[in-house]
T-cell receptor
Framework: QKEVEQNSGPLSVPEGAIASLNCTYS??????FFWYRQYSGKSPELIMS????GDKEDGRFTAQLNKASQYVSLLIRDSQPSDSATYLC????????????FGSGTKLNVKP | EAGVAQSPRYKIIEKRQSVAFWCNPI?????LYWYQQILGQGPKLLIQ????????DSQLPKDRFSAERLKGVDSTLKIQPAKLEDSAVYLC???????????????????FGPGTRLTVL
């Protein structure tokens, strides 16, 4: 099992809907998780970090961490076409806190 | 606060040629990373520096790739000789190291530079 796994998508949602992106992780990662947004041809941009079990909200974005089930989610409310991008899930290594594992990314398409 | 700087942004070379990339991390960030990202995949760690020491270079193809961070600040990544399969985006990132949140948990955030798109013909 890879350390961090994501469905590659594409995930298509209509404008204004809620987009739900999911990520599962293995025992080799620690309890710090990150969501990056990557537009085509651009580098990853950190949009959310979550370290505690439960929900963390920032504007239209909500990150959810469920340690018991070993998954982390990103919800995007009121999705906009400008949200169309690839979303990367990342986590710190349990054994090297400065090492990050990345998923392969989920491509999100928000249709007007 | 200035972000991670990289140059060049684009590079086209022929196979067997050499190429070098430069990165300047966010001021005060002790940890610097070089990643390779192939289209449709997540970033793959090539090398991780802590100050000027190498922490992890297990996935660096050492027969052709080299990297250094001599003064613990900026870094260079070199490929010599390049192969067709080296065509990718090379991302530099940096992190401050462990920090402590309000609930007592530690965390560490990583920030990326704009990347260098390498095409090997």
């Amino acid at each position: 099992q890879k350390e961090v796994e994501q469905n590659s998508g594409p995930l298509s949602v209509p404008e204004g809907a809620i987009a739900s992106l999911n990520c599962t992780y293995s025992d080799r990662v620690s309890q710090s998780f990150f969501w990056y947004r990557q537009y085509s041809g651009k580098s990853p941009e950190l949009i959310m970090s979550i370290y505690s079990n439960g929900d963390k909200e920032d504007g239209r974005f909500t990150a959810q961490l469920n340690k018991a089930s070993q998954y982390v989610s990103l919800l995007i409310r009121d999705s906009q076409p400008s949200d169309s991008a690839t979303y990367l899930c990342a986590a710190n290594s349990r054994y090297n806190f400065n090492k990050f594992y990345f998923g392969s990314g989920t491509k999100l398409n928000v249709k007007p | 606060e200035a972000g991670v700087a990289q140059s060049p942004r684009y590079k086209i070379i022929e196979k067997r040629q050499s190429v070098a990339f430069w990165c300047n991390p966010i001021s005060g960030h002790a940890t610097l990373y070089w990643y390779q990202q192939i289209l449709g995949q997540g970033p793959k760690l090539l090398i991780q520096f802590q100050n000027n020491g190498v922490v992890d270079d297990s996935q660096l193809p050492k027969d052709r790739f080299s990297a250094e961070r001599l003064k613990g600040v900026d870094s260079t990544l070199k490929i010599q000789p390049a192969k067709l399969e080296d065509s990718a985006v090379y991302l530099c990132a940096s992190s401050q190291g462990s920090s402590w949140g309000r609930n007592g948990s530690s965390y560490n955030e990583q920030f990326f530079g704009p990347g260098t798109r390498l095409t090997v013909l």
